[in-house]
């Protein structure tokens, strides 16, 4: 009697382009989130000012921001391979050649421009763009795995820079970097691909064609396409809250947190290998609270959501400044913890508020637009917080500035169910808003 062998288990593609995905947006976000560990050796060996640094993360930031819609009409008018694989190169780039600079302005050329330009092609709105045309279900999750990814680059790359600029020298961290983001662009071949329709496959959970969302007609210009989805989306209220909070969401956390936790903590006395364990920290509970965020995004109002993460947020850099020392204390410790959990999980319902307002085919753009707004408020954060410390000596007005910005946000949010819809999708009413 011969037995049926058992079938042999099927990984559904649009899980294989994620994973993929994923990995793009780790090298992307690597150099960028490990900036703050490069002050100090940069200080050191050029004598540039912490505000000269901060400038050239501010640059990185806005760039990366503004590029950020261009690509989203890119993306939907041409190959996300191809997109992809010139971020890569342009990061790689940024990075690479970092390790010849002499004066401060080709650091701004390099990291603010070059890696710019690269991290805001492969910003969240490249992730947006494979959830939306590879996933009908699990989307809210697929976000949050995607908005973990910055994380990921943090957790995995933040201590290990640190190691190498202390053992060896930040040229020798910067190239690590480079050649790591070069090392994902095979992968963009296969098993990566720009549709479910190329693949010859449905998008995971549908029942429908395997074709991308029908795309507005290309008429004019990509840019003037762009402007165009802008000016039309600010006619919204609700496209201005959403803006507004993620630029408070950029201020307070890639601008602020992420770019000077590590001096700051320096100021303090505490080691650069201990804050930069802490935040790698931060990263780890970042993808656990950005996935579990993007699961309740499937299941509760995004609006709450984000009305409680800024709230909490804000309430968190109340007291960090007290909180620092040179070691860890307990408090610390719970910091950590917590603002690692609400780190980016405003994303995935920020992604989905854009599509219930605007609707499943200018949702991408728009999206862009707002997460410019996020990486401008980045900027801004950066850039106030390093002239912030020059001008007083201490972090503390940075922190508390920051604070009451996301409490301003929280309460913002509550106005929104009430605001007038862009687009009504009758499959999303049953969500509600």
Request: proline share 5%; with cysteine; charged share 10%.
């Amino acid at each position: 009697m011969r037995l049926n062998s058992p079938k042999p288990l099927r990984i559904h593609r649009a899980w294989l382009v994620a994973i993929v995905t994923t990995l793009a947006l780790v090298a992307t976000a690597a150099f960028r989130s490990t900036t703050g560990a490069f002050f100090e050796p940069l200080e050191s060996e050029f004598g540039w000012l912490r505000s000269q640094l901060s400038t050239a993360v501010t640059i990185n930031l806005v760039v990366y921001g503004l590029a950020a819609p261009f690509a989203a009409t890119l993306l939907e008018r041409y190959s996300m391979r191809k997109v992809a694989a010139i971020a890569l190169v342009l990061v790689a780039s940024g990075a690479g050649l970092s390790v010849f600079i002499s004066q401060v302005w080709q650091l701004w050329v390099l990291w603010g421009v070059l890696v710019g330009l690269g991290t805001g092609a492969m910003a969240l709105v490249f992730g947006s763009v494979v959830a939306n045309r590879w996933f009908s279900e699990r989307r809210g999750l697929v976000m949050g795995i995607f908005s973990g990814a910055n994380a990921t680059g943090q957790l995995v790359f933040l201590p290990s820079i640190v190691v190498i600029i202390e053992q060896y020298s930040w040229r020798i961290a910067a190239l690590v970097v480079a050649v790591f983001a070069v090392l994902i662009i095979p992968l963009l071949r296969w098993p990566f691909a720009n549709s479910p329709a190329e693949a010859g496959v449905l998008p995971y959970g549908g029942a429908g064609a395997a074709a991308p969302p029908e795309a507005e007609p290309r008429q004019g210009s990509m840019a003037a396409a762009t402007l165009k989805a802008l000016f039309s989306a600010s006619c919204y209220p609700a496209f201005w809250v959403l803006a507004l909070t993620f630029w408070i969401c950029g201020w307070s956390t890639n601008g602020l947190v992420q770019t000077h936790f590590i001096p700051a903590a320096h100021d303090h006395g505490m080691p650069a290998t201990t804050a930069s364990g802490l935040l790698a920290l931060v990263g780890i509970f970042d993808i656990l609270g950005t996935v579990f965020s993007g699961w309740l995004t499937d299941r509760v109002r995004p609006w709450l959501l984000l009305a409680v993460y800024y709230a909490l947020r804000g309430l968190s850099l109340m007291f960090l400044h007290s909180l620092m020392g040179p070691t860890v204390e307990p408090l610390m410790w719970i910091f950590i913890v917590f603002y690692g959990l609400d780190w980016v999980a405003t994303v995935p319902p920020t992604v989905v508020l854009c599509r219930q307002y605007f609707g499943p085919v200018k949702a991408t753009v728009v999206f862009g637009w707002v997460f410019a707004f996020h990486m401008i408020g980045a900027g801004a954060g950066s850039l106030t917080a390093g002239l912030s410390r020059e001008t007083t000596g201490s972090y503390l007005a940075a922190w508390i500035t920051a604070a009451v910005l996301c409490l301003a946000a929280a309460v913002s949010l509550l106005f929104l169910p009430r605001m007038r819809k862009a687009y009504e999708d009758p499959q999303l009413e049953q969500v509600g808003v």
